[in-house]
């Protein structure tokens, strides 16, 4: 009988594993994929710690994020390539220098962050 019961609760036990589990090698369908312009708020408010220096709509240390925007636009510009400091600057060229303190950040993110980061900043365009 106790050999019974000790089975009853292995087989218990074992089945009832968390909802929160993953199989092996399977994502977790608690993430969601983000677009190119959450990946690139995400890194522009935290990793990326752009929030120092820009700020939407106005100018702080550096241009306006909208600034940006237009300007790179119109110039039909590369903001990845200038992050990846492949690309001399088209806004504000006098805080390059100050900018330039930042590419050892942007020039470790990925490809797919400094297009999510260029995707955010399109974004902000008016």
Do not use: R, W
Not at 104 to 122: C, F, N, P, Q, R
């Amino acid at each position: 009988m106790k050999k019974i019961a000790l089975l009853a609760c292995l087989i218990l036990i074992i089945s009832c594993k968390k909802e929160s589990q993953e199989a092996f090698g399977q994502p977790n369908p608690t993430e969601v994929s983000q677009t190119p312009e959450q990946l690139g708020k995400s890194i522009f408010e935290g990793k990326g710690n752009c929030v120092a220096c820009h700020k939407i709509n106005e100018k702080l240390v550096g241009p306006s994020v909208q600034d940006i925007a237009k300007i790179y636009k119109a110039q039909n510009g590369d903001i990845v390539s200038f992050l990846k400091d492949d690309a001399k600057p088209l806004v504000d060229p006098s805080q390059y220098e100050v900018m330039k303190t930042n590419f050892a950040l942007t020039k470790a993110m990925s490809d797919e962050e400094l297009k999510g980061l260029e995707a955010y900043i399109y974004s902000k365009i008016k």
